[in-house]
């Protein structure tokens, strides 16, 4: 079997130069069948181990955090298509037909199918998810689930499933992974040990005054046991944002939320002469942006210089994943949206508000602002495949209809038919706030056929 392209790259940015986690690979591949639920704190690598394991054992494997929607039509038909790949069995993207497939494998092969899915905690409805874990996790299926999930989040959900699983005598195990856990610590160190090993990371610590025994007892002591954050002040070093010395300086934190606002106060220091407000925004717009973000598209958006904008965007680095070559950025985690949404108190409808208006704005008039034709083709792209999204949790409903209607339902036949079913997909769910009977009748007879 062999990973898909696209998969294969979505995969990439979390497994590069990942290192240990021996003990819990030995523990996984002595599991031929069941449930795992391997749980952890924000940053403890899950994601991580979950793209590691598709990589090297080639099995289908849902990111949710990664797909442009979290709602689980999207995931079903993202696991169906990976499914069909993997085994070449042409599968229905419709949960029924996906469980005959499985049982069909069963029938063919002596393999059992192994199926992750990472985030469950992320998933717009988790009871869905869980649903469908549930229906593949049956005494007649034979298969190999494995589930990451943050600690805290949705608890009870988990232990529920896993009681009604072992029921039916199907194995079920649970791994916890902590900050705090010796092996996790060790795993971290190991990390932080092999990326200082680089002549080029080397060559600039030295050059600040530090030994690199010094600077790898100073990241292990500040990353906490959290690979994320490690990973993060690793990053600041190669691009020379931060010094050992402004790491030194970070309080060691217990949260991601203390560990956000101290970075952000940092990378806002008036020497950098970048507002604290403007990085507040960027973040926001590539946190609501639901593929990788590019400082052409940031400077439409918010009207600021894009040199201003590469700045904000180098200093703010380590809180980013750049993706593929396509200069394009993603917020580094989840948990970052939610610190911005709950400390920075921004309002997402109304970023989402913005991001349509200046798209929208843009789009329609283009040919007369936009010289550039690759960046005029950009934004047309980028408007049809998301600005129904960013309209319709903006709930600017009437904006969304009349975007459908003439940009949308004219040429569905000729666009991609991922994009097109998850366009009209939200235009119907629009269609719940509409109050007119007779407009909902219309609407819903005119995109269902």
Not at 187 to 202: H, I
Not at 340 to 360: P, T
Request: net charge neutral; aromatic share 8%; proline share 3%.
């Amino acid at each position: 079997m062999k990973l898909r392209l696209e998969d294969e790259e979505g995969f990439k940015p979390f497994t590069r130069d990942f290192i240990g986690r021996e003990w819990l690979f030995d523990k996984l591949d002595k599991i031929q069948r069941g449930i795992i639920f391997l749980l952890g704190q924000p940053g403890t690598g899950k994601t991580a181990i979950a793209a590691k394991i598709a990589l090297t054992k080639m099995v289908p494997t849902i990111l949710i955090e990664r797909l442009h929607s979290i709602k689980t039509g999207q995931i079903i038909r993202e696991l169906a298509d990976q499914i069909s790949h993997y085994w070449g069995i042409k599968v229905n993207p419709e949960l029924r037909r996906m469980i005959e497939t499985i049982k069909e494998i069963n029938r063919q092969t002596e393999e059992v199918p192994t199926i992750v899915i990472d985030g469950l905690d992320e998933a717009e409805k988790p009871e869905e998810i869980i649903s469908l874990i549930d229906e593949i996790c049956k005494p007649y299926i034979k298969s190999k689930v494995i589930v990451t999930a943050r600690t805290g989040i949705i608890d009870s959900q988990i232990r529920d499933l896993r009681g009604k699983i072992s029921m039916r005598s199907i194995p079920t195990y649970t791994f916890e992974l902590k900050y705090s856990d010796k092996k996790q610590l060790k795993d971290v160190q190991r990390y932080v040990q092999k990326m200082l090993e680089k002549p080029e990371l080397e060559e600039k610590i030295q050059k600040q005054g530090y030994k690199i025994e010094e600077a790898i007892e100073i990241l292990v002591k500040h990353s906490n046991g959290n690979f994320m954050v490690a990973s993060s002040y690793i990053k600041s070093i190669e691009e020379n944002t931060f010094t050992i010395k402004d790491i030194e300086k970070i309080p060691i934190t217990r949260t991601l939320e203390d560990w956000y606002t101290h970075i952000i106060n940092l990378i806002a220091e008036k020497k950098t002469e970048i507002e604290k407000e403007d990085i507040i925004e960027v973040l926001s717009i590539i946190s609501a942006i639901s593929e990788p973000t590019t400082i052409p598209l940031l400077k439409i958006i918010t009207g600021k210089d894009e040199k201003y904008l590469k700045r904000i965007v180098k200093r703010a680095s380590l809180l980013l994943i750049k993706v593929g070559g396509r200069s394009g950025y993603i917020i580094m985690h989840k948990t970052l949206q939610e610190y911005l949404e709950k400390i920075e108190e921004v309002n997402f409808k109304e970023i989402h508000r913005k991001i349509a208006e200046k798209i929208f704005g843009g789009f329609e008039k283009a040919p007369k602002t936009i010289i550039d034709w690759d960046t005029q083709e950009k934004l047309a792209d980028y408007a049809v495949r998301n600005l129904v999204h960013h309209f319709y949790e903006a709930n600017m409903i009437n904006e969304l209809f009349q975007f459908v209607d003439a940009h949308i339902c004219p040429v569905i036949e000729e666009q991609n038919i991922e994009v097109a079913y998850r366009n009209i997909n939200l235009a119907i769910k629009a269609i719940n706030k509409v109050e007119s009977i007779e407009e909902k009748i219309e609407r819903l007879l005119k995109y269902c056929l």
